[in-house]
């Protein structure tokens, strides 16, 4: 698979590049935020020769996609036929996540999925443009059903403490009234 080779190629040279910097080892969280749009392009085109293909054939489209505290999975950005587009997508989203805020995440993904981006005529599923208010809505509804998913996950962790805790009142009863006999 191409983009299997591209990926090993740009994690590759992702480590090469922290061996030379004389960096440890690095998670692959750690590597990914190190792989530029340059990387990855030469990493495409080096993939598509091993595999007699012209780049262009694939016909990519890029989105960032950022794993997200505030709601327990990973967020998309915007699609793009521009990866440079893409990048900084994910380089302000990170840099959002890292500031442990929600109101600065929320207000970098509504300008993320706001934005206008290059599109291919072809993929009208990621043509699909947003107002800010638009945008906003989509990022309260995650939000929203995250924080309703949570939490339905607390009440039944709840319901499991107060049966165990039950169960242990019950056998402790249980011990006394053997205890009597």
């Given amino acids: 698979d191409i983009l299997f080779r591209a990926r090993t190629l740009a994690y590759q040279a992702a480590i090469q590049q922290a061996s030379q910097r004389g960096q440890g080892r690095l998670t692959t969280e750690q590597l990914s935020q190190t792989i530029g749009a340059a990387t990855l392009t030469r990493a495409v085109r080096q993939a598509c020769v091993e595999c007699d293909m012209d780049p262009e054939d694939l016909q990519l489209t890029y989105s960032a996609c950022v794993s997200s505290p505030w709601l327990g999975n990973s967020l998309v950005g915007r699609f793009s036929i521009d990866l440079e587009e893409v990048m900084q997508q994910r380089k302000d989203l990170l840099k959002a996540r890292d500031s442990l805020c929600w109101e600065t995440m929320r207000s970098v993904w509504i300008r993320v999925l706001s934005a206008k981006t290059q599109q291919r005529p072809s993929y009208p599923w990621a ?32 319901e499991r403490l107060a049966f165990q805790i039950d169960e242990a009142v019950q056998a402790k009863k249980r011990q006394r009234l053997n205890l009597q006999e």
Avoid at 130 to 158: H, N
Wanted: charged fraction near 45%; glycine fraction near 4%; hydrophobic fraction near 30%.
């Fill in 127 to 158: 043509k699909l443009e947003r107002t800010p208010e638009e945008a906003a809505r989509v990022v309260d509804k995650s939000r929203e059903t995250f924080l309703a998913w949570q939490g339905k996950r607390q009440d039944s962790r709840m």
